[in-house]
């Protein structure tokens, strides 16, 4: 059987297998899917065409018996012949002395080594394949304990003995429809391929088959997840909502107005809601959070807004406190800095119901908070809280209907990834009379003529953010890099104008202070790092200089730059960096070119990788194995098409065109699969 042990096959005892598991490979299916990393490209190059100190592949026959010179300690020198064509070479590997045994004369080598063109020489590195025809030899990431010529030999041993056990296991019309090869074959493939081709067509099946299987099983949860009996039913008051949307100051942006309705589906809707709320910062997510919580309140639950930093969660109070009328909507604050009398009675208005709405940090999901009926809960900037924190929120309610909300504009293929259970409304539209917020970059020997000419911005009344990165993680090297440019802009501005100083190791009261001094335009210019990341509204604050820029990921940048331009003058962001190298250059250019969220983050995907875009590394976005979300992402969309469709078949798992899939994907009865 493909799950028994490795051990089974010849030649794999306890120590063996030990190292195989140190791979990963613990079963034959393990075995037979260690797949390469890369293969390497044989090529019979001529020896008359090899440059001296080339690195080439060379493949003959071997002449002569290899003969093992040791001297001193561990030092050893293997020599042999080989000869391609009628031309004989020599074959040199120092400290390699156990290659002996594969030098057979008679037999066919494939060795990499550095060409000697004067001694007629390959000075020996690896041999790639012994008694093999393969054009294209796989490499594995191998350890010092499984060689590569060991992982070969026990793949092809795996495969005579258990290759016809290979069950295929996507139904026949996907294989048709996308000419996949079988599944057995494919196998063979990604470890053996003839040429190119067979490569490329092993790979698409086997990536297709990673991307479906996922997209299965995230379906599958979001079926679970949003089945009816799980959800609540928010019967809210369509009149009264219609009433206060009427009210507010300004009248929604077609955008606005279809993801409202979404969302209001929705709550509605007995399934349960689990959305994530996609919007480039300064689209006016926040009005819609309202407008959602406030339809919460009029059907009588409760709802809860949850924000990452003090600052962002008063922020959002006094946002909803112009957009609530207090005697009808009861607000509240839940943070750690909420001092302990307040918080009882906190506690107490949501236990028994008297408040309608609580905004918070992680304070909302500390034990003794209980609500009385929670019907929603929206997570501001999303990606920073674990998934553990989410779910224990969600599960203080009865399954309260869930809405994300996110600034930073993830990826299409990283969102259905990362949130493949969810559904997703965007809002890809900003409220009119915007501005674009001017971008450029300048070197760090321009900061002073621009700092000058920041004074003129600064002369018409308007006020300025300078952010300083993280440096390393330090929050002692933060503060003091922010501090040193702190003091430097008071040299330059001081006393024409306010200079303030805002870092994280500052109380949260000494923060709020002077966020509140920057508001009423006590200061003029805020010396910051990254705290102010997220949702500061300051519409007087025209300029923003970013320091060492290129510490930032092009995502954060541009949430930081959204900052900016929230009033109606013109605004200006100033990247001030000199980045060591060409992608870094490159990323600079994106930023001064476009405005556009989702554009810049599918570039920093591109640039960086998924794992560094938004830390996505911490919130689970699965590794696969073969698939790349960026070179795959074609696959990937296909793939999840495919498998929201045999979701929406009555049964499928029932159908016997599905069993081999179902088995797979754990569905075996519609009431226990995933659990
Ligand atoms: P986000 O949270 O998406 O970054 P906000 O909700 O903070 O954006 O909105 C940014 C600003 O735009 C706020 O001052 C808000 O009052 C305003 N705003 C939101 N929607 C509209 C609209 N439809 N028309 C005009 N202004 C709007
Ligand atoms: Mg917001």
């Known amino acids: 059987m493909l799950s028994e042990s490795i051990e089974v096959l010849p030649g794999v005892g306890p120590k063996r297998a030990q190292n195989l598991q140190a791979l990963g490979i613990v079963t034959i299916e393990d075995l037979l899917r260690y797949y390469p990393f890369r293969y ?55 400290n390699q002395p156990y290659l002996k045994d594969k030098v057979e004369v008679g037999e066919e080598l494939a060795v990499y080594g550095k060409w000697d063109a004067k001694r007629k020489a390959l000075n020996g590195m690896k041999i790639l394949g012994s008694k093999q025809t393969e054009e294209f030899a796989p490499i594995y990431h191998v350890s010092k304990a499984v060689r590569q010529s060991t992982l070969v030999e026990l793949i092809k041993v795996a495969f005579e003995k258990y290759g016809d056990q290979i069950e295929e296991n996507l139904p026949n019309y996907l294989i048709e429809k996308y000419r996949l090869l079988p599944r057995a074959e494919a196998m063979v493939a990604m470890h ?23 997209q299965m099983r995230m379906q599958g949860l979001k079926e679970k997840d949003q089945s009816e009996k799980n959800g609540l039913a928010i019967l809210y008051d369509v009149d009264r909502l219609k009433e206060f949307t009427n009210r507010l100051p300004f009248e929604l942006t077609a955008a606005q107005k279809r993801v409202t309705n979404e969302i209001c589906y929705d709550l509605r809707s007995p399934r349960h809601m689990q959305r994530l709320l996609q919007g480039d910062v300064g689209s006016g997510k926040t009005v819609v959070a309202a407008i959602a919580l406030y339809a919460t309140m009029t059907a009588g639950f409760q709802g809860a807004l949850m924000v990452p930093t003090e600052i962002l969660a008063q922020q959002h109070l006094e946002s909803l406190l112009q957009l609530f009328d207090p005697l009808e909507v009861s607000v509240a604050l839940l943070t750690g800095s909420t001092k302990t009398k307040a918080r009882k009675a906190i506690l107490a208005g949501l236990a028994n119901g008297e ?59 990283l969102a259905i990834t990362a ?13 009119a009379g915007r501005i674009p917020v001017k971008t ?12 000058d000419w920041a004074r003129q911005e600064l002369a018409q009344g308007h006020q300025m953010y300078v952010i300083c990165p993280l440096i390393e993680e330090s929050e002692a090297l933060d503060v003091k890099n922010a501090t040193e440019i702190y003091q430097h802009l008071q040299t330059v ?29 006590k200061s003029q210019i805020l010396v910051s790092t990254t705290v102010i990341e997220v949702g500061v509204n300051v519409p007087n604050a025209t300029v923003m200089f970013i320091m060492d820029a290129d510490r930032f ?30 992608m870094g250059k490159e990323r600079m250019k994106i930023m001064t070119e476009t405005n556009n969220g989702f554009l810049l983050s599918e570039k920093d995907l591109e640039l960086r990788g998924p794992g560094e875009v938004f830390g996505f590394r911490q919130s689970g976005l699965p590794q696969f194995v073969i698939g790349d979300l960026v070179n795959d992402a074609t696959i990937l969309e296909v793939a999840r098409e495919e498998a929201k469709k045999v979701w929406q078949i009555h049964d499928w798992p029932m159908l016997p065109e599905f069993q081999a899939l179902a088995k797979v994907v754990g569905v075996t009865d519609e009431e226990t699969y995933f659990d």
């Open 40 to 94: 390497e490209d044989i090529q019979e190059k001529n020896l008359l065409e090899i440059n001296d100190q080339e690195k080439v592949t060379l493949k003959g026959v071997v002449t002569s018996p290899a003969v093992l010179n040791r001297y001193g300690y561990k030092k050893s020198r293997l020599q042999f012949r080989m000869m391609q064509d009628h031309a004989v070479f020599a074959v040199s590997f120092f």
């Open 192 to 214: 053996f391929p003839k040429d190119p081709e067979a490569s490329h067509q092993a790979k698409r099946r086997v990536v297709f088959e990673e991307f479906f299987l996922f």
């Open 355 to 413: 408040i309608d709405v609580v905004i918070g940090t992680h304070a909302l999901i500390q034990d003794d908070v209980t609500f009385q009926q929670l019907g929603l809960v929206i997570t501001d900037e999303q990606h920073r809280f674990g998934v553990n924190q989410r779910k224990i929120l969600r599960e203080k309610g009865l399954k309260p209907d869930v809405l994300f909300m996110t600034a930073t504009p993830i990826p299409r293929t």
């Open 419 to 431: 949130y493949g259970e969810m559904d997703v409304s965007i809002i890809d539209q900003m409220p």
């Open 440 to 451: 450029s970059w300048i070197k760090p020997n321009q900061l002073e003529t621009t700092l």
């Open 493 to 521: 501005f001081a006393p024409d104008y306010e200079v303030a100083l805002l870092h994280g190791k500052m109380k949260n009261q000494a923060k709020e202070a002077i966020m509140e001094e920057f508001k009423e335009n």
């Open 553 to 582: 990921g092009l995502a954060q940048l541009h949430q930081l730059r959204g900052r900016v331009g929230r009033g109606s003058e013109a605004s200006y962001c100033i990247l001030v960096a000199s980045p060591k190298n060409e």
